[in-house]
């Protein structure tokens, strides 16, 4: 005689395993940029850097990107299936951050350049100036990451946090950063510290709808149905981000950085629809 529990376990185990599907969608994937970008001389010889290569490619260089911006761009069932993932992807990341509220993959936080900018400038917000310096004359086991809120009148440092690492969930943990008397000058050393990061990230997201009745920003780059994303309206930048955030996917489960609770099971289901998408026609 069947019970309930029986019947619950065997209703559990019908639904798709999106974990291992988003796996396998990404086997072949890796196995190709592999074989096609690899290159000693280029020092292109790690997952990394191959995919930093791949999101800078120029159109024709490029398959997986190529596809990318073609169903951005395009207006097809299969281009509005893929942006509706997409934005499904964007909103169960929101709702469940990887791996960490503060540094969550997201399109609101996305590494798209290896470049740290060329002349950085530390952020003057009002009367105070926020600065942010690799000092590497400190030794090693020091912290090297120097943020400091300047009186902008004075030039005088008012107040100063010392890091080990970039690192924004360093950042918000440490007691110099929580004792900083004002949130404006929490977000302001939180700016800095992106800009000087070697891992600086970018805000692709305009605004996020989550009814009918909401007003599309204009000229910005919209996904979804009934909850929709808007992007900044450069499909280049966005394909960029989406190699980008399955690669940070692909490395949280193969790294074993996350459980594979039901909490992500939304996550890895959008993202495999997205993945199975874009490897068609690689070879």
């Known amino acids: 005689m069947s019970t309930i529990s029986n019947i619950k376990q065997w209703m559990e185990n019908s639904e798709p395993d999106y974990y291992m599907l988003f796996v396998k969608a990404f086997i072949p994937y890796n196995a190709w940029y592999m074989m096609n970008f690899y290159d000693e001389d280029e020092k292109r010889t790690n997952d990394r850097s191959i995919i930093d290569f791949m999101k800078s490619a120029k159109p024709g260089e490029n398959r997986y990107k190529d596809r990318t911006v073609t169903l951005l761009k395009g207006n097809t069932a299969e281009a509005e299936d893929f942006k509706r993932h997409l934005a499904c992807l964007h909103f169960e990341l929101r709702k469940h951050p990887i791996p960490n509220a503060e540094e969550a993959i997201s399109f609101k936080q996305v590494y798209i350049s290896s470049k740290k900018a060329e002349d950085y400038e530390p952020i003057t917000i009002g009367e105070y100036t926020y600065s ?33 690492k970039p690192s924004l969930s360093e950042l918000v943990k ?14 302001g050393l939180k700016d800095a510290l992106n800009e000087m990061s070697p891992n600086k ?77 874009l490897i068609k026609n690689l070879v």
């Open 132 to 164: 942010c310096k690799h000092d590497e004359t400190r030794p090693k086991k020091t912290p090297r990451w120097i943020l400091e809120v300047i009186n902008t009148d004075s030039q005088s440092t008012e107040y100063m946090v010392e890091l080990f």
């Open 201 to 277: 990230t970018d805000n692709l997201v305009v605004a996020e709808l989550h009814s009918a009745n909401e007003t599309v920003p204009t000229g910005s780059f919209v996904m979804g149905d009934n909850e929709r994303v808007c992007l900044v309206n450069n499909t280049e930048l966005i394909a960029k981000a989406v190699i980008q955030i399955l690669y940070d996917l692909r490395c949280k489960l193969f790294h074993g950085e996350i459980a594979p609770t039901s909490d992500y099971k939304g996550i890895y289901k959008h993202a495999f629809f997205v993945q199975s998408m």
């Open 174 to 187: 440490n007691d110099d950063f929580i004792a900083l008397p004002t949130d404006s000058m929490k977000e």
